[in-house]
């Protein structure tokens, strides 16, 4: 059974940095797309970023440049180095881990997920 858990959320001012981790078990890694999203309130979930079982990477419009997503630890952790950060930004972030789900931004192509961490950012 896949387990996914979220860590390193927390608040910050406009134009600071936080990680976010995500620690996965539970399945064949080698296999799995990874990947962020976020839900604001009175928002649909939306991708963030995604990697794929060979490292590929995609992001979102409004976090490239700005996020990068990353695996170590032969892939049990799931990171997202976050900069910049702007209000805009603030949202619960879901870590998801889907079977050969490519670098999809769709949270339909994942069906594994993390309970969230809180990101909140003051302008």
């Known amino acids: 059974q896949v387990q996914l858990v979220e860590s390193g959320g927390g608040s910050v001012q406009a134009g600071g940095s936080l990680r976010l981790s995500c620690a996965a078990s539970?399945?064949?890694?080698?296999?799995?797309?990874m990947a962020w999203f976020r839900q604001a309130p009175g928002k649909e979930r939306e991708g963030v970023a995604a990697?794929?079982?060979?490292?590929?990477?995609n992001y979102a419009d409004s976090v490239k440049g700005r996020f990068t997503i990353s695996q170590e630890n032969a892939k049990k952790f799931l990171l997202l180095q976050m900069n910049s950060l702007k209000p805009e930004d603030t949202a619960m972030y879901y870590c998801?881990?889907?079977?050969?789900?490519?670098?999809?931004?769709?949270?339909?192509?994942?069906?594994?997920w993390g309970q969230g961490t809180q990101v909140t950012v003051s302008s």
């Open positions: 998801a881990a889907g079977y050969r789900s490519g670098t999809s931004l769709y949270p339909s192509e994942y069906n594994n």
């Open positions: 990697i794929d079982s060979d490292g590929w990477t």
């Open positions: 539970g399945y064949t890694y080698r296999r799995f797309s």
